[in-house]
């Protein structure tokens, strides 16, 4: 489906994007991840044929990004996405089917994007969320095989955001294959099949989410105990600790050690052990050093 090799982009002396290496095949659901000014959407515009590669080569379906031939079978949602403002939103719809040989029909394109009541409404008149909204209707309009959503859901509520989620969950069921970023990692968490974290113009991870928590073992671990708290704080790897009556809340560098050592205290000493591993954001934070 893609196919990068030594991939770099450079504006002027700036390095974004240095020597990287991506293969996606068909179905999987990327999450891009990175902080601002990362090159993510630097990354997206270069598959989409919209930048030029300083060095290195972009494959999409088999060929160069702007190849029209493959266009009907590729989608964008991107941050720049600026619909025609004087039109009306049903004709702003069949201006962009019209670009395709088989485009979804009007009604469904209305129904994904939760605008049928706005569809006489001029795109001018829509607010920002119902705009974002518009745009994924548009990237949609051809039916696409490959789809890109960069930071989709800006500007909806948390309703739309959502629908938005279950809309994107659905099209996974289908075999859709989807490149996308948010800043809501929590979303790109669930929905995922494959993370790429983007930090100094390379990935710093590559892989499922799983796995990615298998590798960072910080978690909070907490249980019930008659023992004081002095007798965890000083275990190596714990971190931090609170106390809230019979309950112990220990947070901790490696969740695999404290459970070790909590093992032959169980049913004696300690209780109702509960452990909940890091999320995406809190293993972002730790990858970007903040």
């Known amino acids: 489906m893609i196919d990068i090799q030594q991939l770099k982009m450079q504006f002027d002396s700036q390095v974004v994007l240095a020597g990287l290496d991506l293969t996606v095949q068909p179905g999987e659901i990327i999450g891009l991840v990175g902080a601002n000014g990362a090159g993510k959407s630097t990354l997206i515009n270069l598959m989409l044929g919209r930048l030029t590669p300083t060095q290195g080569q972009i494959r999409i379906l088999g060929e160069q990004p702007n190849e029209k031939r493959h266009l009907n079978q590729v989608g964008a ?3 720049g996405d600026v619909p025609l403002a004087r039109l009306k939103v049903i004709e702003e719809l069949a201006l962009v089917r019209s670009y395709y040989q088989t ?23 829509l607010s920002g969320g119902q705009l974002r909204r518009l745009s994924f209707a548009l990237a949609m309009a051809g039916n696409p095989q490959l789809l890109f959503l960069d930071e989709p859901t800006v500007g909806m509520d948390v309703g739309s955001r959502q629908q938005f989620w279950q809309q994107i969950d659905d099209l996974k069921q289908q ?29 710093q991870y590559d892989g499922d989410f799983a796995t990615l928590q ?13 023992e004081p708290l002095d007798s965890f704080t000083q275990w190596s790897a714990v971190t931090s600790a609170s106390q809230d009556g019979a309950k112990v809340i220990l947070q901790v560098s490696d969740s695999d050690q404290v459970l070790a050592q909590l093992v032959p205290l169980l049913l004696t000493k300690v209780h109702d052990i509960r452990i909940q591993a890091s999320s995406l954001a809190d293993i972002y934070r730790d990858i970007m050093g903040e």
């Open 77 to 79: 949602m991107t941050q």
């Open 103 to 125: 485009p979804l029909a009007t009604e469904m394109l209305l129904t994904l994007a939760n605008l049928m009541e706005h569809a006489q409404k001029l795109v001018s008149q």
């Open 175 to 203: 075999g859709k294959t989807i490149i996308l970023t948010s800043h809501y990692l929590e979303e790109i968490e669930q929905i995922a099949t494959r993370i790429l974290i983007l930090k100094a113009g390379q990935f």
């Open 214 to 226: 298998r590798q960072f073992k910080d978690a909070q671990v907490s249980f019930t105990t008659t």
